[in-house]
């Protein structure tokens, strides 16, 4: 009679040890149903779903004798038949991506974050850091680090609005996206362009050489209140900018001050192949310079 086995393996990292276990199971012809391994700080936390052909005891037996000069512990949990047919039927459900990114990930981050993800419904898979390593005493003011979310489920309509809120209170950005093959053959990434791939917004900045900064600042915050749509406010506030001289666009476009790690973001794009693009409601002449 076959059992279900999920079979842990926790401790210190060695290159041959998956090797010497895996080849063990082969040799009692068990059928892997699922694996996973982790290695943070050189300690290694491997998990294997297991469908052994026979007694797990002895097979337990076995792999403790041939980890004795391993410093890892293993550990065998029966796996129900009910359970694995449970585990097998979520394979179809969706599946998303959420990536943090943070000058520097604080417990505060991923606590905040996770608490959002489980308390609208989604289940974890793999948390995976995408970023490089960071030295103790890092004096560069740039860095950044990345950490990825695995997760399945159906997010509730408004688990994206709630991280934005998140990201303002935390500082942070956060990004989710759909899990599908289409993900990976993306080749266009499209990005707004004030406040974004700038600094500033161009409309303040000519406003400030017009001497209307006042008045362009409350129509703005009319509209950002919901009293005055995109349009009109756009209107309202080019309006005010009448009389300002053809050279306030060069003098503005010449000091564009491109947001931190905007280079190097499209240098790395351009290297990968994608395709760029703007898209935004400001000025056109400003979207061509950049």
Not at 76 to 92: I, N
Not at 127 to 150: H, M, N, W, Y
Not at 251 to 273: C, D, I, S, Y
Request: some cysteine; glycine content about 8%; aromatic content about 6%.
């Amino acid at each position: 009679m076959n059992e279900l086995v999920l079979i842990s393996v926790v401790g210190t990292d060695e290159p041959s040890i998956t090797a010497v276990i895996t080849r063990l199971l082969g040799q009692q012809d068990v059928d892997i149903l699922d694996i996973g391994q982790s290695v943070i700080h050189n300690h290694l936390s491997m998990g294997i779903l297991v469908n052994i052909p026979g007694d797990a005891a002895s097979l337990k037996t076995a792999i403790d004798r041939i980890v004795s000069d391993f410093t890892v512990e293993v550990r065998f949990a029966p796996v129900t038949e009910q359970s694995y047919d449970t585990w097998v039927d979520l394979q179809g459900s969706s599946r998303y991506l959420l990536t943090l990114l943070a000058r520097c990930v604080k417990a505060e981050h991923i606590g905040e974050v996770s608490a959002v993800i489980a308390g609208h419904g989604l289940n974890f898979g793999n948390i995976t850091r995408l970023s490089g390593r960071v030295p103790l005493r890092q004096a560069d003011p740039t860095t950044k680090e990345c950490v990825e979310f695995s997760l399945s489920g159906t997010p509730s309509e408004n688990f994206r609005r709630r991280l934005l809120t998140l990201c303002a209170d935390l500082f942070i950005d956060v990004a989710v996206q759909e899990d599908g093959i289409y993900r990976r053959t993306l080749r266009l990434i499209a990005f707004d362009m004030d406040s974004t791939l700038i600094q500033t917004e161009v409309i303040d900045e000519l406003a400030s050489l017009a001497g209307v900064s006042d008045e362009v600042a409350a129509i703005t915050a009319r509209a950002m209140a919901g009293e005055l749509d995109f349009a009109a406010s756009l209107d309202r506030r080019v309006c005010l900018l009448k009389g300002l001289s053809e050279s306030a666009l060069e003098e503005v476009g010449t000091k564009l001050p491109l947001m931190v790690g905007a280079e190097h973001l499209f240098r790395t794009l351009n290297h990968l192949g994608y395709k760029t693009a703007i898209l935004s409601g400001g000025f056109t002449y400003f979207g061509e310079i950049l």
